[in-house]
């Protein structure tokens, strides 16, 4: 019994002597009495070379991978590796390169938005394994945060879309840990386009218009008493005031907008319309005499920045190939036609088309003074101009349309209707009826006889 009691007593002490040297190996794991400060909370995950990460940022998809690591993403998508698989929706990088609107992309990218750019990323992440032949048809949760964090995936026909976008390349990498699929476009969640509109939006610029009408100098063209304008007000002087300047005088800066602030960014706008003009295609005449052939690029860009804003009616390379050399040769003539394509109003085809379904014809100030543009409605659709030949119809409408600038796509040319040439008519030609010629001697008889109040021979 003794020995029983003895052997029991051994038994505990050993274990207890255990338990103590695992504790204090663990709070000394070096031996040298330095106390480890790594937690169960802290523990990084491991991540091997054959993870779905590594295959991202080491695959094709070059522009996904450039956003992900400057989003920070690269530790949160560690974690959610080490605890689930995940699919990742992987758009080709032209969507993300050339599709994605260049106002957008910087949007994203500013210090300001990674919050933005990150949920942008992360609904294109799936917490689960979905492999092409196992589709389901339904809506999935995404690593994106907010109330809009999930995605629409549809099977029809063979045909795989996820949240509308087509899948392209299916199972294209293949890992352990997750999978990635190609899709054609980019998804945006709608509380980044709803950031993006707010921010853009000219709503959100507070426009309080000056007490009392401004008093001008005609002298100098400017303002006598600059009244103070809130930041972001429409433009105190009218648009020809801005343009036009006085007597040795660079042209008077119109208050509001304008300034060292640039609420609008005038030369990004005019060289954003531009580059739409030239992917658009079919209006290269016209870019061409905007950027190279006049200055009139740089004097957009310089109005739209002090607060004005502009619709130009655009005609088409085939419209500009009709133009003549007299047209063009007199100094000046490609300014004053381009002027007069040049509305100090933002219209849209819809406000054009109902104010000439409402009123009928319209007239339209153009930066051409004082000729005004005439707007009808004709076949469905907008015409520009009077008559036949110095007339155009509204057949690309919004081309590029920003708020500030709108651009209309035209089939002519237009002039004012003073300088429209019209044929001259020929006046018809009289028709002369020789009289039948007498001969001499016929004539004196009937001369004598008509003195002698005879009748005469007529």
């Not at 802290?42 to 991978?65: F, G, W």
């Not at 993300?96 to 933005?116: A, H, Q, V």
């Not at 920003?402 to 796509?409: A, E, F, K, P």
Request: with cysteine; charged share 20%.
């Amino acid at each position: 019994m003794d020995f029983e009691i003895y052997g029991i007593t051994i038994t505990v002490i050993l274990l207890l002597s255990i338990t103590t040297s695992a504790t204090t190996f663990q709070e000394h794991p070096n031996g040298f009495g330095t106390t480890s400060k790594s937690t169960s909370t802290s523990i990084v995950p491991q991540i091997n070379s054959n993870s779905i990460l590594v295959a991202l940022l080491d695959s094709h998809y070059t522009e996904l991978s450039e956003l992900v690591e400057k989003a920070l993403l690269l530790q949160t998508l560690e974690e959610a590796v080490s605890k689930h698989n995940i699919t990742i929706f992987a758009p080709r990088n032209e969507a993300l390169e050339r599709d994605l609107d260049p106002e957008f992309k910087r949007y994203l990218l500013e210090p300001g938005n990674l919050k933005s750019l990150q949920n942008l990323l992360l609904i294109h992440m799936i917490p689960t394994r979905i492999v092409s032949k196992h589709w389901p048809a339904r809506v999935h949760a995404t690593l994106c945060a907010g109330d809009d964090n999930v995605v629409h995936m549809v099977d029809k026909n063979g045909e795989k879309t996820v949240s509308l976008a087509k899948v392209i390349k299916l199972d294209d990498i293949v890992k352990p840990d997750g999978i990635i699929h190609g899709i054609e476009r980019v998804l945006i969640p709608k509380s980044v386009q709803q950031d993006f509109n707010t921010r853009r939006s000219l709503r959100s610029i507070s426009a309080v218009l000056p007490e009392g009408a401004p008093e001008v100098d005609p002298r100098t063209n400017r303002l006598k008493k600059p009244a103070p304008v809130t930041a972001g007000a429409p433009p105190v002087l009218p648009v020809y005031d801005a343009m036009a300047p006085g007597p040795s005088l660079a042209p008077a800066p119109a208050p509001g907008p304008g300034g060292p602030h640039h609420h609008f960014d005038g030369e990004s706008q005019v060289k954003d319309f531009i580059h739409t003009l030239l992917h658009y295609g079919g209006y290269n005449e016209l870019a061409d005499i905007l950027v190279n052939l006049t200055s009139l690029a740089t004097e957009m860009g310089k109005l739209v920045s002090e607060g004005y804003v502009l619709t130009v009616l655009a005609p088409n390379d085939e419209a500009m190939a009709k133009l003549t050399t007299d047209q063009l040769s007199e100094p000046g003539a490609p300014e004053q036609i381009m002027y007069y394509h040049l509305i100090p109003e933002y219209q849209t085809e819809e406000s054009m088309y109902n104010s000439v379904r409402r009123f009928g014809k319209v007239k339209y100030d153009t930066l051409r003074l004082p000729h005004k543009v005439v707007a009808e409605e004709a076949d469905g659709s907008v015409k520009f101009g009077v008559g036949e030949e110095g007339s155009a119809y509204l057949f690309d409408p919004d081309i590029y349309t920003d708020g500030r600038i709108s651009v209309q796509g035209i089939d002519g040319v237009l002039f004012p209707i003073e300088e429209i040439k019209v044929a001259p008519v020929p006046a018809p030609v009289a028709k002369v009826v020789a009289k039948p010629r007498r001969g001499k001697l016929m004539e004196v008889v009937c001369g004598t006889l008509g003195s002698y109040a005879f009748a005469s021979c007529h």
